[in-house]
């Protein structure tokens, strides 16, 4: 018996955290990658096209550009997360942090109901395949350092200070 295999599409986008490759089926966003491209393992090479014209792709490129172009707090296309259980229900549960906000690991992993395993929770923070959709930047350490991110620390601040609310700055007229 002949099984049909998945193919995917990708594309290459300039971003301000360098360039992403997103990855999709004909149904769902797949991953979203940093410059180490070869790095992903779950979809083999041969099972990817290039496709600058995929439909979802396109859409998943507008709504990074609002993203970083501070247009857009939420994303709204269709995401497949492919992992274990226990991978879904942490990056199900990031979905769940606003935007602008941080959580620690270890509250994280309360929310989830395992509050002993914040380590297990940072684990499955560095295999999530769709970074910046799929918040992870959003968790920091206890301490409220910026502690461990598959797309460098340096886009983790990238991304967390393009969400921080500008200051008004009031300017005092001398009377």
Same mark, same amino acid.
């Given at each position: 018996?002949? $099984?049909?295999?998945?193919?995917?599409?990708?594309?290459?986008?300039?971003?301000?955290?360098?360039?992403?490759?997103?990855?999709?089926?004909?149904?769902?966003?797949?991953?979203?990658?940093?410059?180490?491209?070869?790095?992903?393992?779950?979809?083999?090479?041969?099972?990817? $096209?290039?496709?600058?014209?995929?439909?979802?792709?396109?859409?998943?490129?507008?709504?990074?550009?609002?993203?970083?172009?501070?247009?857009?707090?939420?994303?709204?296309?269709?995401?497949?997360?492919?992992?274990?259980?226990?991978?879904?229900?942490?990056?199900?549960?990031?979905?769940?942090?606003?935007?602008?906000?941080?959580?620690?690991?270890?509250?994280?992993?309360?929310?989830?109901?395992?509050?002993?395993?914040?380590?297990?929770?940072? @684990?499955?923070?560095?295999?999530?395949?769709?970074?910046?959709?799929?918040?992870c930047?959003?968790?920091i350490?206890?301490? @409220?350092?910026?502690?461990?991110?598959? @797309?460098?620390?340096?886009?983790?601040?990238i991304?967390?200070?393009?969400?921080?609310?500008?200051k008004?700055?009031?300017?005092?007229?001398?009377k």
């Open positions: 018996m002949e $099984t049909t295999q998945l193919k995917y599409a990708y594309k290459e986008i300039s971003s301000p955290v360098g360039r992403l490759r997103i990855i999709a089926s004909d149904k769902a966003l797949i991953a979203v990658l940093f410059g180490r491209f070869e790095s992903f393992s779950l979809i083999k090479r041969d099972e990817m $096209t290039k496709n600058n014209d995929h439909p979802l792709l396109l859409e998943t490129e507008r709504q990074l550009k609002e993203y970083f172009g501070n247009k857009r707090k939420t994303f709204d296309v269709p995401v497949e997360l492919i992992g274990s259980e226990f991978q879904k229900k942490v990056w199900e549960a990031l979905l769940t942090i606003p935007f602008g906000k941080t959580k620690s690991y270890g509250e994280l992993a309360k929310q989830i109901g395992e509050p002993d395993m914040a380590r297990a929770v940072g @684990g499955a923070l560095n295999k999530n395949p769709v970074p910046i959709i799929v918040p930047h959003r968790v350490g206890a301490s @409220g350092k910026l502690v461990g991110f598959g @797309g460098g620390l340096q886009n983790k601040t991304l967390l200070d393009l969400e921080r609310p500008v008004q700055i009031t300017l005092w007229a001398a």
